[in-house]
Each structure stands twice: as C-alpha cells, then as structure tokens.
C-alpha cells in the first residue's frame, strides 16, 4: 500500500495523514470548495477538488472519491469517522473498484449497522443484552403491552439510527403512541428507515465502550475502555481512559464480551463496542461502532499503541503486531471534544472567524485539531474544533493538567465548549466518579458558567460604568456582560 486517499476533513484527515507518512505511504486528502485552504489540504501529497460545500456534493460522494483513487491510482481508502465510515454500499463499490478500504466489511457494517441484527448476533454469543423486542416494531397495539411487560420507563429507538436520533423516553402507557410515532418519524428522515424497537430504559447508565481490533489471521484483542458517559444530546463532551468504575476482573469480562462481538461479525480492523452500565454495575451491550472513533486518542495513550498505523497494517493483510498480553494500561487520559457551540445557549452551534487561535502545549497534552487562526467556521458540517487530550500518571493529574490545557487553549471569534468542560472537570461529581450520562441535566446551567470578576476586572468594569454614566448610557448589570464587555473596552483603551 504506497498510497491512502482520506475519505475525510479537518482533524481526522490530519490525524490518519501523520501516521501514514510515518509509515512511508503518500497522501491524497479530497475536499470542498469551502474546505479550499483547510490544513489537511495543504498537508496531503496530492489534493483535489471534489464538489461544494454541502457534504451530500462532495464528501458523500463515494463515486467521486472512487474516480479519484483510480486517477491518482490510490491503493486504498481511509474513511475516518462520519461522512462514509459506515456506509456498507461505499465499502462494496470500493471493494469491486479494486480498491482496499481501511475498515471493516460491508457485511460486518451491515449487521451491525442495524441495531436489531447486532442485538441478534450478540445474543448468540451470550453478551449481555437490556431486555426489550427482539424484532422491529409492527403491530402498535402489541409494542404497548411489550412495553408494559418490560415496566416504564422505556426507550424505542431507531434501528438504523445513531446520534441520539430516532430516540424516544417514554414514562408511562398514556404516553407511548404519541412518542412511538414520533420516533418512528424522525428514524425515517434522519436514516429513511422507521423501523424502531423499543427495551428498557436504563435510567442512570454509564456509558462504557471497549476498543477491539481484528486481523485476517484470526487474531482479535480489545484495547480497554473509555468512559464517555459525560454528554450533552445524547454525543460525548469528555472521554477519559481507564473507567473508574470498573474492576480487572470487570475489564476482562466486558473486554471478552467485545471480542466476542467482533467475532460474531466477522470484524476486521478497528471498531468500538459500547456497553451501559447500571447502578448495580451490571453492563449491556448497546451497539457496534464499525470504524475510528472520534476518542481514540485516549486509548492510544494509555496503551502506547497508534491504532491508524494498526488499521492499516490489518488492512494490508498483516497480522497484528501485539496479542493481548502485550497490552497494558499505562496512567490515565482524559478527552474533551471542543466543539463551536455556545453551552449558555443549549449547546447551539456557533459561527463566525478564528480570530485569535492558540493552542495549549506541554508534556503529555496533545492536540488533534483541523482549524487554524484567520479560518471561517463553516456551518456545513459538524462544530467540533479540535479534541483536546492529556496524558498523566493518573487521573487527579490528568484532571489537573486538562484544566491548564483548557486555560492555555485561546480562541475568539466563536464560542466554544471549553468552558463548559472546565465546569464538568471541576465538578465533585466528575472528580469522585459519582457520574452517569445525566451530568448534564442534573448539574449544569448556563449560569454555573459565571465566574466573579477579577480585583483588575472590578477596577476596569467601575471605570467603564462612570464612563457610560458620562455619556448617559444603561450600565449592564451581569458579572459575565461586564467581564466581556469591559474585556473588550480594555483592549481598546490600552492598546
């Protein structure tokens, strides 16, 4: 393999770049017209123009990434996360192009695409599955007394879905057709598929994920856990490695499970498998991810193994180059996904210029980013900046040096969410391990993100109120409007 097209934008396609010309292997990156200057363009060996800025015009369009490899005679295809990474008709037709794609089959995709089929070969293998139908829903009448027998709550959710989509909480029977309808409707425009199915709600879950990887030669190993149960709409904030929560003896019957799942497909390369864990520290299994996913950097960190240079390796035919009893968990890392969105306004996405961008530095902070100061955000695609990771000796340290990485992390032009996971990392909920997916919802308001001025900060706002006195304007009354307000006053009257 002397040349990867990616399949892929932003800090993934500079992520899966590195590692490559690590390797020896040249570079194609693909990108939109929006996308005209973004680094991973500049960074690749050769790049091209592949449609507009909508991604149904250009990085969706697997027929002209495939007439690109062929052009430039690529020998494969790394999809990264999103866009195509789980697109089994993709991964056929670069298959029958001749073409090597960097991930799983387009069978393994297929029946882990759907959660029903997953929950189908799980169960065959013994994994642990939440109670719940078995099969897609049909008869309304006959789902209602399901859910009856299983005991609100319960959750139906999307069997193509993903992404929180298609996912319905329902409290109690009066309740049920209203909110079955409404799942089954947002499956079918969000996946164009309504088949939904409905199992018990896990009230107060952790959300646990095991890293596998599988070779052609029979070998498959799981690379330890990532707890990511710190979300905001149902998609992780803060990832960290290892879990708290679980013991060796845990990790091993979950990392077995996963194993087992990846076996169960067929599995080639790297993929997740996720779990939920119950107060009682019972786990589930919940779904398959059949690609990269967007934290892996953690478990990068914590094992010492780069798990691109492994996918392409597997990819290529050769055997993995570890067997589970090379693995081990070296300290403790920590994941925040630093998306443009505004945490004091529901987490919506934001836009605008990059105006000031500097990034934090130091021993054991690494940086996984696809944006650089000057840049536009565009609203095209998804917010998220950058992922901001650290490495310690454990996990106090590791809590400790991401919140200076947060505060060394300097961005105007957009808000972001580093505010939000220096709230999260501070908490005493986060810091004891006494959390669950409902972080967000039992502890945060815009108002936690407040902080009281500075003695510099209370001088500056006091002269900027007689001013506007003066000039016999309305004094802004918050802590946060001052802050800001008076910042920006600052700058302009001292520079």
Wanted: net charge negative; hydrophobic share 40%.
């Amino acid at each position: 393999m002397n040349k990867i097209l990616v399949a892929n934008r932003g800090e993934i396609a500079l992520r899966v770049m590195r590692s490559a010309k690590e390797m020896g292997i040249k570079t194609v990156a693909v990108y939109s017209d929006v996308d005209r200057n973004s680094p991973h363009v500049r960074y690749a060996d050769e790049a091209v123009n592949i449609g507009p800025a909508p991604s149904n015009q250009s990085y969706l369009r697997g027929d002209k990434i495939i007439e690109v490899c062929k052009k430039l005679g690529v020998d494969g295809i790394h999809p990264g996360y999103g866009f195509l990474s789980e697109n089994a008709g993709f991964a056929r037709a670069v298959k029958e192009a001749g073409i090597t794609l960097i991930g799983p089959s387009a069978e393994s995709m297929e029946m882990m695409g759907s959660k029903l089929a997953a929950k189908a070969a799980a169960k065959a293998y013994n994994i642990p599955l939440v109670p719940g139908t078995e099969e897609a829903i049909s008869d309304h009448q006959e789902a209602r007394k399901i859910a009856q027998d299983i005991g609100f709550p319960v959750l139906i959710k999307a069997s193509a879905g993903g992404g929180g989509k298609g996912m319905r909480i329902v409290e109690n029977s009066e309740e049920f057709e209203e909110q079955l309808q409404l799942a089954i409707s947002e499956a079918t425009s969000a996946f164009g598929d309504g088949s939904v199915f409905i199992e018990r709600y896990v009230s107060s879950p952790r959300h646990i994920e095991i890293q596998v990887m599988a070779d052609t030669h029979g070998n498959c190993v799981y690379l330890f856990e990532r707890d990511c149960s710190i979300q905001r709409r149902h998609q992780k904030v803060v990832e960290e490695a290892p879990s708290m929560i679980l013991s060796p003896e845990m990790r091993k019957a979950m990392g077995e499970c996963a194993v087992r799942v990846a076996q169960a497909c067929n599995y080639l390369g790297a993929g997740t498998v996720e779990f939920l864990v119950d107060e009682k520290l019972n786990f589930y299994f919940l779904e398959m991810n059949t690609r990269l996913q967007v934290e892996h950097p953690v478990t990068e960190l914590i094992t010492g193994k780069d798990l691109v240079k492994e996918q392409i390796r597997v990819a290529r035919g050769e055997k993995l180059s570890f067997v589970q009893e090379d693995l081990t968990i070296n300290g403790h890392a920590i994941e925040i996904r630093v998306y443009a969105e505004d945490p004091a306004n529901n987490f919506l996405p934001d836009i605008g210029n990059l105006s000031v961008y500097q990034l934090p530095q130091g021993n054991g902070v690494r940086v996984d980013g696809g944006f650089e100061e000057g840049m536009d955000i565009p609203i095209y695609y998804d917010p998220m900046l950058s992922k901001l990771i650290v490495h310690a000796e454990n996990r106090n340290a590791a809590i400790q040096k991401m919140i200076r990485a947060i505060d060394d992390y300097n961005i105007t032009g957009v808000e972001t969410t580093l505010s939000f996971c220096r709230f999260a990392l501070q908490h005493e909920a986060f810091v004891s391990g006494k959390f669950d997916t409902n972080f967000v919802k039992l502890y945060f308001t815009p108002e936690k993100l407040q902080r009281p001025l500075s003695e510099e900060e209370t001088k500056v706002a006091a002269l900027f109120s007689s001013w506007l006195l003066a000039q016999d304007k309305p004094v802004v009354s918050t802590s946060e409007s001052v802050a800001t307000t008076t910042s920006k006053w600052k700058q302009r009257a001292f520079n």
